[in-house]
């Protein structure tokens, strides 16, 4: 309650208010650089739109880096001897599958 006093207090007075704009990262150089944005319907749908559009493109990146990884394991898998399994092999299949449960995760996130 004391934290709302303080900033509706602080609105009041004529302090700026800041918010964090999709899209474009917080750090303390161009944090005070981020006001505060009223946005109508249509400009929250165009928001929306785009950030759709962008989980989109990494979903794609991402999927092709996981096609690349998993060239990369069956070029290491042929390469091995199959009495041996390398290290290697297995820290890339755990990497595959990290890979493999976000992009699933962002999948269902859209």
């Known amino acids: 309650m004391a934290a709302v006093a303080v900033v509706s207090l602080g609105l009041l007075a004529g302090a700026p208010a800041f918010a964090q704009i999709p ?9 005070h650089q981020l006001p505060v944005r009223i946005n109508s319907p249509k400009q929250r749908q165009k928001d929306k ?15 092709k880096r996981l096609s690349e990884m998993a060239a990369s394991l069956e070029k290491q898998i ?9 290290l290697k ?3 890339k299949a755990a990497q595959i599958e990290k890979l493999a449960r976000k992009i699933k995760t962002e999948a269902k996130s859209n």
């Open 78 to 86: 042929d390469e091995s001897n199959a009495n041996v399994l390398s």
């Open 89 to 91: 092999i297995v820290k």
């Open 49 to 63: 739109l785009a950030l759709r559009d962008y989980n989109f493109q990494q979903l794609k990146k991402h999927a």
């Open 23 to 31: 899209g474009v990262p917080t750090t303390p150089e161009n944090d």
